[in-house]
C-alpha cells in the first residue's frame, strides 16, 4: 500500500464525504443505530429477532394460528415451528389445538408473555424517543411517513 496516500489530509470542518450523505448510507446507519439497541435488548431479554416480532404481533392481535402468525411477520412457516417451540419452552406462548380445525395451532400470549411485550413496547418507545430527540414533531412524522411509504412500495414490488 502507498503511505503517501494514509496521509491525506481532509480540510477541517468538511464534514461527511458524499457518499455519507447519500440516503442508502443514512438509512443505514440509523439502522445500525436501532439493530444495536434492539440486540442489547433481546439478549437482556433472552429473546431472537424473531421472537420479539411474535411477541409483539401476538400482543397486538390476541390469539392466532401458528400459520398465519408467521405470514403477519414475515417468517417461513418451516422456520416458525422451532421459534414457537422455544418460546413455548420460556414460558411466553401457549399452542392449543384450534377445536375447530385439529390440525390448526394457536398461539397466545401467557400472562409472563404479555408482561415480556409491554417489556419491549415501552423499550422500543424508549429508542424512538432518544433517536428522534433532534427531530420536531412535524419532522418524526414527516420520517415514518416516508419510511413508510418507501417499505410498502417495496414490498408491493416483491
Known amino acids: ?15 461527511p464525504l458524499a457518499f455519507q450523505r447519500t440516503i442508502p448510507w443514512l ?17 437482556q431479554l433472552d429473546l431472537t429477532s424473531s421472537q420479539h416480532k411474535l411477541l409483539l404481533a401476538l400482543d ?40 375447530a380445525d385439529r390440525r390448526r395451532r394457536v398461539l397466545e400470549l401467557t400472562s409472563h408473555g404479555r ?4 417489556t419491549l413496547r415501552r423499550l422500543s418507545a424508549d429508542i424512538e424517543k432518544d433517536l428522534l430527540t433532534p427531530l420536531a414533531p412535524a419532522e418524526r412524522t414527516e420520517l415514518r411517513s416516508a ?10 414490488q416483491h
Open 1 to 15: 500500500m502507498d503511505s503517501s496516500t494514509d496521509d491525506v489530509q481532509l480540510p477541517a470542518g468538511t464534514g
Open 27 to 43: 438509512l443505514a446507519g440509523a439502522g445500525k443505530l436501532v439493530l444495536r439497541r434492539w440486540t442489547e435488548i433481546q439478549s
Open 60 to 99: 397486538e392481535t390476541g390469539p392466532l394460528g401458528q400459520q398465519r402468525l408467521a405470514e403477519l411477520v414475515g417468517i417461513d412457516r418451516r422456520n416458525a415451528v422451532p421459534i414457537i417451540e422455544t418460546s413455548v419452552e420460556q414460558g411466553l406462548l401457549i399452542r392449543q389445538v384450534d377445536p
Open 115 to 118: 408482561r415480556v411485550a409491554k
Open 147 to 156: 419510511l413508510q411509504t418507501l417499505l410498502d412500495e417495496s414490498n408491493n
